[in-house]
C-alpha cells in the first residue's frame, strides 16, 4: 500500500537539500558580518582551535569505537555471519557507520559555525540588540538545519537503499553512540573547564568571570560549544533518528493493513523541516526587543504551521490517518507545554527561583534542600505530560487495527519531534551568545555592549531550560515507541526460531520485575559516573592552573607578556572527559547484556521500562534542579537578597557549582543513556530471545 | 488442609504474650536501673514531656483521621453497605482500628522506656561501657519485642476472628496509616529541631550541641526519640505486617493445593519472634567490648537460630515444603548482605566515607556532588539484591503449583522480615545512647563518661544506617507481594461482577504505562513536599528561638535564672510536623484514586510499580547520601581533613544539613508511602474494577 513512498523519499531528499542550501546561505551570512576587534579575534581564534583539538581528539577515538562496533555488528547482527546472509550484516554495518559519520559531520560544522558567529555577535552588540541577536540566532539555525536534513537525508537512504527497518536500527545506533561520547563527553568536558575556572577564578583569586588571564577560561568557552553545540545537536540527531527509525520498524510490521504509514511519517517529517525552516526564516527582533519572545514566537510559529501542512497533508494524500495525524499534534503539543511548565521552574522572573533565592539567606543546606525538592516537584508535569500523551495517542490509533496503538506513540514521537530543527537553533543559539558576552568583556567593548549581551546571553539561558525539557521529553515518548520495537524485533526472531511469541511484558512475571530494578538504577550509577568523573577531572585541571600560576611569571598580577598555557587545560579536559566517559558508557551497555542473558528478552523488556522511568525522572529533576540553582544565582546577583557578595550570594554560588553536573553534564547525557540502552537491546534482541539463564 | 492452623494461631498468641512478658521484665530491669544526677533527672522529665506532648497531639489528629477512615470503610468497604453485607465492612472497620491502636500502643511504650533508658544509660556510663550499653540495648529491645509481638498478636487474632484474609488489608493499612503520621510526621518533627538547634546554636551563636541555653536542645532530643523510636518502630510493624497480609491474602487464593501455607506464615512468623527472643537475650558486651560488634552479632545469632528452626519446622510438619522454606531463607540473607552493603557505604572506617570528607576540602559544592553521586551507587546493591530475591523466590517456589511463585516472593519477604524484633531493638538502641549522651553532657558527668556515651553513639549511627537499609529493602519485597495480593483482590472484584480476569500488568499496555509513570513521580513529588515541610517549619522555629533570645534576659549569657521556653519549640515543631504532613499524605492517597478512576485496576497496577521502583531508588539514595555525610562530618569532627574549624569541616557540616531531611524525613518515610498506596489499592480494588475512563 505504500504507492506515495518513492514521492517521499524524493521530498526527503529535496528537502534535506533545501535544508542544507538554507544552511550555507546563513552561514555565509554569518560570515560575511564583520569583525575587526583583534582581541576578540585573537580569543575567538582560541576557542575555535580548541574546540577542534577536542573534536578531533573524541573523533579519534570514536572512529575507533565506532570500527569495533561496526567489525562487531559486521559478525553477528541482524544475525551471526556464518547462518545469517552477509549483505544484511554489512548493509547494518554500513548503516551503523553513515549513522556516526553523519551525525558527526553535523556537530563539526555546527562547531565551525558557532566559533564564527561568537565574535561577529559580540561586535554586533555595539550596534545595539537586533543585529547581535540575529547573528547568533542564524549561527544556531545552521546548526539545527544541518542536523535534521541529516537526520531525514539518512534515514531516508538507508531505508530506500537496504529496504528492511530492522537495518536502520545500526543507522540508529550509529547516531546513539555518536551522542553519548558527544552529550556526555561534552557535558564532562564543559563543567570540568567551568567548574575549574570558577574555583580558581572566581573564588580563590577574586578575578571575573572571562578573565583572560586565567588558564582555564578558554577551554571554558569552548566546553560551551561542545557541551551545547556539538553535544545537543547530537542528542537530538540521535532523539530524532531514534523516533523516526523506531516509527518504521512499527509501520513495516503494519505492512498491508490499508494505510500509507511509511509515507506518512517521512511525510511529516519533511514538513516539520520545512516548518523549521519557516519559522527559523521568520525570526525577527525590533530595535529594542525581547530576545526570548522573539526565540518563543519562532517555536510557535513553526508549530502552527507544521500543524497546518501535515491536516493539509492528511487530507490530500488517500492512505493517511486522521487518527494519526491527531496523536503526532498531541505529541507536539504536549512538548510545547512541557516546555513552558519547565519555564515556570527555572524562569527568573516566576516564584521558584525567587524561593530559592530567598532560602539562601538561611545558608547553602536551604539553597540545595529547596533545589532539590522544586527539581523533583519539576518532574511531575513532565512525566505526566509524557503519560497523558502516550495513553492518548494509543487510544486514538487503537481503532485503526491490531498494532496500530503503539504506532501511534511512535507517531506522537515523531510529532514531538517534527520541530527539533527550530528548537536546536533555539538552543544553539545560547552558547553562541554566551560566548560573545565573554568576547565583549575580553575585547573590552564597553558596558552598554556588554548589557546587551548580557540580555541575549539571559535569553538564551531561559531557552535552554525549554529545550531541555523537550528534548527529555521528547527521548522519553522515543524510547516507549523504541519499546515496541524491540517486541517487534523480539517476536521477528521468535518467529524464525519456531518460539511462541511474546504478548508483552507483565510485570506481575518476576524475569520482567527483576529487569525493571535493574534497569532503574542504571540512570542513577551512570549520572554518579559522569558526576564523580567531573569532579576528578576538575581536580586534575586546578592542579595545573595553580602550576601555571605557580610557574609563569607576571601571570597573577596581569603582565601582558604572560600568556598562560590555554592548551594545557584544553588537553585536560578532553583527555579526562574521554576518560572517565568511557566507564560509565560500558557499564550501560555491559549491564543491558548481562540482564538479557539472565532473563532474556522478558527481563530486557523490564529493563528497558525501568530505565525509562527512572530516567525520565532524575533527567528531569538534574536538569530543571540545575536551572533553576543558576537563575536563583544569577537573581541574587541583579541585587536581590542582599545582591553580589552577600551570604545569600556565596549561598547561591554553591548551589550554581552543584547545579553545573547537574544540568549540562548527568541530566541531558541520560537521554542518550536510555536511547543506546534501547538500541542495545533492539540490536541484540535475536540474541535474548534465544540464549538466556531463566 | 490447614490442619495445624488452630495451633499456629494458640503459638502466636502465646509467643506474643512470651515477648510481651520478656518486655515487661526488660522494662522494669531498665527501671530498677539507678538514676541520681539530677540535673539528668530534670532534662530527661523534660524529654519526656516532650515526647508525649508530640504523641498526645500526634494521636489525637490521628484520631480524628483515623476515625473518618473507619466510616468510610464501614460504608464502602470490602463493597458499598446498601449491596454489602453489613458484618463485612463492621469487621474491617474494626479491624482497620485495631492497626492503628496496636501499632499506637507499641509507639507509646516504646517511647516511655526509651526516656527511661536515656538517663539510666548516661549515669551507668560512669561505671563503663558495659552497663551503658545493655540498658540502651534493652530499652531498645522492649520496643522491638512490643512491634512484633503486637503484629503477631494482631494479625492472628484478626484472621482468626474474621476468617477472610480480605479483611486483614484492613488491619495492614491501619497499621500504615498509623506508620505514615509516625514516620513522616515524627521526620519532619525531629529534622525541625534538629535544624534549627543547630543553626541557632552552634552556627548563630557558636555555643555546644546540646547546650542547654538553647530552647530548640529539647525539642531536638524529644525529635530523635518520636522520629527513631515512634517512627521507625510503626514503619517496621507496618512493613511486617504488610508482609503477613499479603502472603495470607496470596495463600488464601492457594488453597486446596496441598500445603498448610497460612500455618507455614504463622509458624515462621512465631520462629522469626522466638529467634529474636533469643538474639535479645543472648546479647553481651565484653568489659572493654565493642557495641558494634555485640549489636551485629545478636543479629547473626538470631538469623542462624531461625535458619535453624524453621528448617526444624519444615522437616517436622508434613504440609510445610522447603521450597518455600528456601525462599524464606533467601529473602532473610538479601537481607542481611544489603545491610551489610549499606554499611560499606556509611560506615566512616570504609573508603567512601572518607573521599566524601576529602572532597569537603575543595568546598560545600563538592561534599554535596560526591555525596549525591556515591547516594546514587548505593542504591545498586540494594535494588540488585532485591531484585534477585525476587527472581530467585519466583522460580523456586513456581513448580510447586500456579500461583506459588508470588507466593514464594511473599515468603522472601516474611523471611528478610522475621528478625525484625532484632532489627527494631538495634535501631530503638540509636536515640536511647543519642540521648543519654547529651545528657551525659547536661549532667556534667565528666569526660571520661562522654567518651564512653559518645562510642555508644557512633555504635548506634553505624547500625541505624544498616537497619535504615534492610528496612526499605523489607517494604520492597513487601510490596511485591502486595502487588500481588492487589491483582487477586482485583480478580475477586472482576470475578464477582462477572468480567474477564487479569492475567498481568502488560506495560505495553498503555494504561500499564501511563499508571507506571505517574506511580514513579508520586515518591520524588512526596520527598519534596516532606522536605520543603521542615524547611518552612525549621524557619518558624528559628524566629521563636531569636525571640527567646532577644526577650529572655540573661539567657544568652547563660544566667541560671533565665529558662528557655522549651515547650514553645516542640509546641512549634508538634504543630508544624502534622500541618506539612497532611497534604502530602493525601497528595499520594489522591493520585491513587485518580489514577484508578482515569485507567482502572490496570493503570493501577502500573502504577504501584512505578511507585515502588522509584520510591525505593530514592529511599535507599536519600537515606544512604544522608548517612554518608552525618559520618564525613563526624570523621573531620575527629581530625581528618583539617579537623573541626577547617573549610572542610564547613562543606561536611552543610553536607549534613542536607542529608538530615534527606535520611530522617523523606528516605525513611518513602516506604510507608509506598505500602500506604499498596494498601488503598487493594483495598479500593473493588473500585477500580468496576469503574473507569478508559
Given at each position: 500500500m505504500e504507492q506515495y513512498l518513492s514521492l517521499f523519499y524524493g521530498l526527503s531528499f529535496l528537502t534535506a537539500a533545501l535544508a542544507f542550501a538554507y544552511a550555507a546561505y546563513l552561514y555565509l551570512w554569518v560570515k560575511r558580518q564583520p569583525l575587526s576587534n583583534q582581541k576578540i579575534i585573537e580569543v575567538a581564534a582560541l576557542i575555535k582551535d580548541g574546540a577542534n583539538t577536542f573534536m578531533g581528539r573524541e573523533y579519534k577515538i570514536l572512529a575507533i569505537f565506532a570500527s569495533v562496533i561496526a567489525v562487531l555488528i559486521l559478525l553477528f547482527l541482524p544475525s551471526p555471519i556464518w547462518n545469517g546472509d552477509f549483505v544484511s550484516n554489512l548493509s547494518m554495518a554500513l548503516s551503523y557507520l553513515a549513522g556516526t559519520i553523519l551525525s558527526a559531520i553535523a556537530g563539526k560544522i555546527g562547531i565551525l559555525v558557532a566559533s564564527l558567529s561568537n565574535g561577529r555577535s559580540a561586535e554586533a552588540a555595539q550596534k545595539g540588540i537586533k543585529p547581535a541577536f540575529l547573528i547568533g540566532f542564524r549561527g544556531g539555525a545552521v546548526m539545527g538545519l544541518l542536523v535534521v536534513g541529516c537526520s531525514l537525508f539518512g534515514v531516508a537512504a538507508v531505508l530506500m537503499i537496504v529496504g528492511d527497518a530492522s537495518i536502520l536500527l545500526g543507522f540508529s545506533f550509529g547516531a546513539s553512540s555518536l551522542a553519548l561520547f558527544a552529550k556526555a563527553g561534552g557535558g564532562i568536558f564543559t563543567k570540568t573547564a567551568d567548574v575549574s575556572a570558577d574555583l580558581t577564578g572566581k573564588v580563590e583569586l577574586g578575578i571575573p568571570e572571562d578573565d583572560p588571564r586565567n588558564p582555564a577560561v578558554i577551554a571554558d568557552n569552548v566546553g560551551d560549544n561542545v557541551g551545547d553545540v556539538a553535544g545537543m545537536g547530537a542528542d537530538l540527531f540521535d532523539s530524532n533518528v531514534a523516533a523516526m527509525v523506531s516509527a518504521i520498524v512499527i509501520a513495516q510490521s503494519l505492512a498491508g493493513t490499508g494505510f500509507d504509514n511509511i509515507s506518512m511519517i517521512f511525510c511529516y517529517s519533511v514538513l516539520g523541516l520545512l516548518s523549521s525552516i519557516i519559522g527559523i526564516a521568520t525570526a525577527r527582533i525590533g530595535k529594542n526587543g525581547n530576545p526570548t519572545r522573539a526565540l518563543n514566537s519562532s517555536t510557535y510559529v513553526t508549530t502552527a504551521v507544521y500543524m497546518i501542512l501535515t491536516a493539509a497533508a492528511t487530507w490530500l494524500i488517500p492512505g493517511f490517518s486522521w487518527r494519526i495525524w491527531a496523536a503526532a499534534t498531541v505529541g507536539l503539543l504536549v512538548g510545547v507545554i512541557i516546555g513552558i511548565t519547565t519555564d515556570y521552574f527555572t524562569d527568573d522572573s516566576k516564584p521558584i527561583v525567587k524561593k530559592v533565592a530567598h532560602a539562601s539567606q538561611t545558608g547553602p543546606a536551604f539553597t540545595i534542600l529547596s533545589g532539590v525538592s522544586y527539581g523533583f516537584i519539576s518532574a511531575l508535569p513532565a512525566m505526566v505530560g509524557i503519560a497523558i500523551s502516550a495513553l492518548a495517542a494509543y487510544k486514538i490509533c487503537e481503532p485503526m487495527g491490531e498494532g496500530y496503538a503503539i504506532f501511534g506513540?511512535?507517531?506522537?514521537?515523531?510529532?514531538?519531534?517534527?520541530?527539533?530543527?527550530?528548537?536546536?537553533s533555539n538552543d544553539a543559539y545560547g552558547p553562541i551568545v554566551d560566548n560573545a558576552r565573554g568576547l565583549a568583556e575580553m575585547g573590552e567593548l564597553g558596558e552598554d555592549t556588554i548589557r546587551i549581551a548580557d540580555e541575549l546571553d539571559s535569553a538564551g539561558n531561559t531557552v535552554k531550560a525549554v529545550t531541555k525539557g523537550f528534548s527529555i521529553s521528547a527521548a522519553g515518548l522515543t524510547v516507549i515507541s523504541l519499546l515496541g520495537a524491540f517486541m517487534s524485533e523480539v517476536n521477528d526472531a521468535l518467529a524464525a526460531s519456531g518460539k511462541e511469541l511474546l504478548t508483552g511484558f507483565d510485570i506481575m512475571d518476576p524475569t520482567v520485575f527483576f529487569g525493571v530494578l535493574i534497569g532503574a538504577v542504571v540512570p542513577a550509577v551512570f549520572s554518579a559516573m559522569l558526576i564523580l568523573g567531573v569532579d576528578k577531572n576538575a581536580q586534575r585541571m586546578v592542579a595545573e592552573?595553580?602550576?601555571?600560576?605557580?610557574?609563569?611569571?607576571?601571570?597573577?598580577?596581569?603582565?601582558?607578556?604572560?600568556?598562560?598555557?590555554?592548551?594545557?587545560?584544553?588537553?585536560?579536559?578532553?583527555?579526562?572527559?574521554?576518560?572517565?566517559?568511557?566507564?560509565?558508557?560500558?557499564?550501560?551497555?555491559?549491564?543491558?547484556?548481562?540482564?538479557?542473558?539472565?532473563?532474556?528478552?522478558?527481563?530486557?523488556?523490564?529493563?528497558?521500562?525501568?530505565?525509562?522511568?527512572?530516567?525520565?525522572?532524575?533527567?528531569?529533576?538534574?536538569?530543571n534542579a540545575g536551572g533553576l540553582w543558576d537563575n536563583s544565582k544569577k537573581y541574587v546577583e541583579a541585587g536581590n537578597e542582599g545582591g553580589k557578595g552577600s551570604e545569600a550570594h556565596k549561598a547561591a554560588v554553591i548551589g550554581d557549582t552543584v547545579g553545573d553536573p547537574f544540568k549540562d553534564t548527568a541530566g541531558p547525557s541520560i537521554n542518550t543513556q536510555i536511547t543506546v540502552v534501547s538500541l542495545v537491546a533492539s540490536l541484540l534482541s535475536g540474541l535474548f530471545a534465544v540464549i538466556s539463564l531463566f
Amino acid at each position: 500500500m505504500e504507492q506515495y513512498l518513492s514521492l517521499f523519499y524524493g521530498l526527503s531528499f529535496l528537502t534535506a537539500a533545501l535544508a542544507f542550501a538554507y544552511a550555507a546561505y546563513l552561514y555565509l551570512w554569518v560570515k560575511r558580518q564583520p569583525l575587526s576587534n583583534q582581541k576578540i579575534i585573537e580569543v575567538a581564534a582560541l576557542i575555535k582551535d580548541g574546540a577542534n583539538t577536542f573534536m578531533g581528539r573524541e573523533y579519534k577515538i570514536l572512529a575507533i569505537f565506532a570500527s569495533v562496533i561496526a567489525v562487531l555488528i559486521l559478525l553477528f547482527l541482524p544475525s551471526p555471519i556464518w547462518n545469517g546472509d552477509f549483505v544484511s550484516n554489512l548493509s547494518m554495518a554500513l548503516s551503523y557507520l553513515a549513522g556516526t559519520i553523519l551525525s558527526a559531520i553535523a556537530g563539526k560544522i555546527g562547531i565551525l559555525v558557532a566559533s564564527l558567529s561568537n565574535g561577529r555577535s559580540a561586535e554586533a552588540a555595539q550596534k545595539g540588540i537586533k543585529p547581535a541577536f540575529l547573528i547568533g540566532f542564524r549561527g544556531g539555525a545552521v546548526m539545527g538545519l544541518l542536523v535534521v536534513g541529516c537526520s531525514l537525508f539518512g534515514v531516508a537512504a538507508v531505508l530506500m537503499i537496504v529496504g528492511d527497518a530492522s537495518i536502520l536500527l545500526g543507522f540508529s545506533f550509529g547516531a546513539s553512540s555518536l551522542a553519548l561520547f558527544a552529550k556526555a563527553g561534552g557535558g564532562i568536558f564543559t563543567k570540568t573547564a567551568d567548574v575549574s575556572a570558577d574555583l580558581t577564578g572566581k573564588v580563590e583569586l577574586g578575578i571575573p568571570e572571562d578573565d583572560p588571564r586565567n588558564p582555564a577560561v578558554i577551554a571554558d568557552n569552548v566546553g560551551d560549544n561542545v557541551g551545547d553545540v556539538a553535544g545537543m545537536g547530537a542528542d537530538l540527531f540521535d532523539s530524532n533518528v531514534a523516533a523516526m527509525v523506531s516509527a518504521i520498524v512499527i509501520a513495516q510490521s503494519l505492512a498491508g493493513t490499508g494505510f500509507d504509514n511509511i509515507s506518512m511519517i517521512f511525510c511529516y517529517s519533511v514538513l516539520g523541516l520545512l516548518s523549521s525552516i519557516i519559522g527559523i526564516a521568520t525570526a525577527r527582533i525590533g530595535k529594542n526587543g525581547n530576545p526570548t519572545r522573539a526565540l518563543n514566537s519562532s517555536t510557535y510559529v513553526t508549530t502552527a504551521v507544521y500543524m497546518i501542512l501535515t491536516a493539509a497533508a492528511t487530507w490530500l494524500i488517500p492512505g493517511f490517518s486522521w487518527r494519526i495525524w491527531a496523536a503526532a499534534t498531541v505529541g507536539l503539543l504536549v512538548g510545547v507545554i512541557i516546555g513552558i511548565t519547565t519555564d515556570y521552574f527555572t524562569d527568573d522572573s516566576k516564584p521558584i527561583v525567587k524561593k530559592v533565592a530567598h532560602a539562601s539567606q538561611t545558608g547553602p543546606a536551604f539553597t540545595i534542600l529547596s533545589g532539590v525538592s522544586y527539581g523533583f516537584i519539576s518532574a511531575l508535569p513532565a512525566m505526566v505530560g509524557i503519560a497523558i500523551s502516550a495513553l492518548a495517542a494509543y487510544k486514538i490509533c487503537e481503532p485503526m487495527g491490531e498494532g496500530y496503538a503503539i504506532f501511534g506513540i511512535s507517531m506522537a514521537a515523531v510529532g514531538m519531534l517534527s520541530i527539533v530543527g527550530m528548537i536546536i537553533s533555539n538552543d544553539a543559539y545560547g552558547p553562541i551568545v554566551d560566548n560573545a558576552r565573554g568576547l565583549a568583556e575580553m575585547g573590552e567593548l564597553g558596558e552598554d555592549t556588554i548589557r546587551i549581551a548580557d540580555e541575549l546571553d539571559s535569553a538564551g539561558n531561559t531557552v535552554k531550560a525549554v529545550t531541555k525539557g523537550f528534548s527529555i521529553s521528547a527521548a522519553g515518548l522515543t524510547v516507549i515507541s523504541l519499546l515496541g520495537a524491540f517486541m517487534s524485533e523480539v517476536n521477528d526472531a521468535l518467529a524464525a526460531s519456531g518460539k511462541e511469541l511474546l504478548t508483552g511484558f507483565d510485570i506481575m512475571d518476576p524475569t520482567v520485575f527483576f529487569g525493571v530494578l535493574i534497569g532503574a538504577v542504571v540512570p542513577a550509577v551512570f549520572s554518579a559516573m559522569l558526576i564523580l568523573g567531573v569532579d576528578k577531572n576538575a581536580q586534575r585541571m586546578v592542579a595545573e592552573i595553580h602550576r601555571q600560576f605557580r610557574e609563569i611569571k607576571g601571570l597573577r598580577e596581569g603582565d601582558p607578556d604572560a600568556k598562560p598555557e590555554y592548551d594545557k587545560c584544553i588537553d585536560i579536559a578532553t583527555t579526562g572527559s574521554l576518560r572517565e566517559l568511557i566507564p560509565a558508557g560500558l557499564m550501560t551497555i555491559l549491564t543491558t547484556i548481562v540482564v538479557g542473558l539472565i532473563g532474556g528478552a522478558k527481563a530486557v523488556g523490564g529493563f528497558l521500562l525501568g530505565n525509562i522511568v527512572s530516567g525520565l525522572l532524575l533527567a528531569l529533576f538534574m536538569s530543571n534542579a540545575g536551572g533553576l540553582w543558576d537563575n536563583s544565582k544569577k537573581y541574587v546577583e541583579a541585587g536581590n537578597e542582599g545582591g553580589k557578595g552577600s551570604e545569600a550570594h556565596k549561598a547561591a554560588v554553591i548551589g550554581d557549582t552543584v547545579g553545573d553536573p547537574f544540568k549540562d553534564t548527568a541530566g541531558p547525557s541520560i537521554n542518550t543513556q536510555i536511547t543506546v540502552v534501547s538500541l542495545v537491546a533492539s540490536l541484540l534482541s535475536g540474541l535474548f530471545a534465544v540464549i538466556s539463564l531463566f
